[in-house]
């Protein structure tokens, strides 16, 4: 599996297993443990998808060394301030039944819960993480849905600076300020919902695209992603799917195609949540 670089010096496989909507407990052991023997080294949950238990049993069942898979949780809305932050992080690894985490990821910056001094309990949060990170219980730390203002309002209270960003990204949506801010400031970008969940898989340019390539519309979106630097997290309850969606290093997708994939996201835009209008 290939690998980026983090700004602290940790490797992180360039594509990850996404397992939002698995929630069901013996479909999600049974998919990471396919994920896993199909090659893939780079699980993402969060302790809102409900699964980290069944991600974590997965994992054991998968026989494969903990230190040879990068496993990604993060922290809910509902949870914010430091103690808090360090009380609800022992639970995520208590029902991953590890000893640590490679990645942990404040979910989202503005819940509706703190709306009014969300700045000041993200840095609280924030450090909280800093704290984990040097107790080595936590590899990276870092944000997701964090536009390019929250992590300026970050930036000025913290002493670790933040190594990743999750973010929506697919044919039909590139956030280009956050985007370019993330890479000139050293923030690796993560993809959720590169294939536009599903819906861009039908578009006429991503199909003509991938019979140039002889490559499925879902490949050339996971690809896409990659060729713009950032790393997908598709996600797949069906084998051949989740084989499909790795098979992606045998090809690079050229300029004028990544361009004109580029020029889709003024069809639809976003489809998730706008990070400072949330409802959660």
Not at 4 to 14: C, D, E, Q, S, W
Not at 204 to 219: G, N, V
Request: proline share 4%; glycine share 4%; with cysteine.
């Amino acid at each position: 599996m290939n690998t980026v670089k983090l700004n602290n010096g940790i490797l992180i496989p360039t594509i990850g297993f996404g397992t939002w909507k698995i929630e069901n407990y013996d479909l999600a052991v049974k998919t990471v443990k396919l994920a896993l023997k199909s090659g893939y080294r780079h699980i993402d949950t969060a302790a809102i998808y409900g699964n980290e238990e069944a991600v974590g049993q997965g994992i054991i069942e998968s026989k494969i060394p903990r230190n040879e898979i990068f496993v990604t949780t993060k922290l809910w809305n509902s949870i914010r301030g430091y103690d808090e932050t360090i009380e609800e992080f022992e639970e995520s690894l208590s029902r991953l039944q590890m000893d640590y985490v490679d990645l942990y990821l404040i979910h989202w910056p503005v819940p509706i819960d703190f709306k009014n001094d969300y700045q000041k309990k993200n840095i609280e949060t924030y450090r909280a993480l800093e704290k984990l990170y040097c107790a080595g219980k936590i590899k990276a730390i870092g944000v997701s849905n964090f536009l390019k203002h929250h992590i300026e309002e970050l930036k000025s209270d913290i002493s670790i600076p933040v190594m990743v960003n999750q973010i929506e990204f697919h044919p039909y949506y590139f956030d280009q300020e956050t985007i370019e801010y993330c890479k000139s400031n050293e923030i690796v970008l993560e993809a959720y919902s590169p294939l536009g969940r599903g819906k861009v898989l039908n578009e006429k340019i991503i199909k003509e695209i991938a019979e140039k390539y002889s490559k499925t519309p879902a490949q050339i979106c996971v690809r896409y992603a990659i060729d713009n630097d950032i790393i997908p997290l598709p996600k797949s309850i069906k084998e051949e799917r989740i084989i499909s969606n790795l098979e992606v290093f045998d090809f690079k997708l050229a300029e004028q195609d990544i361009n004109q994939i580029k020029k889709l996201s003024h069809l639809e835009g976003k489809i998730g949540s706008n990070p400072d209008n949330a409802s959660f």
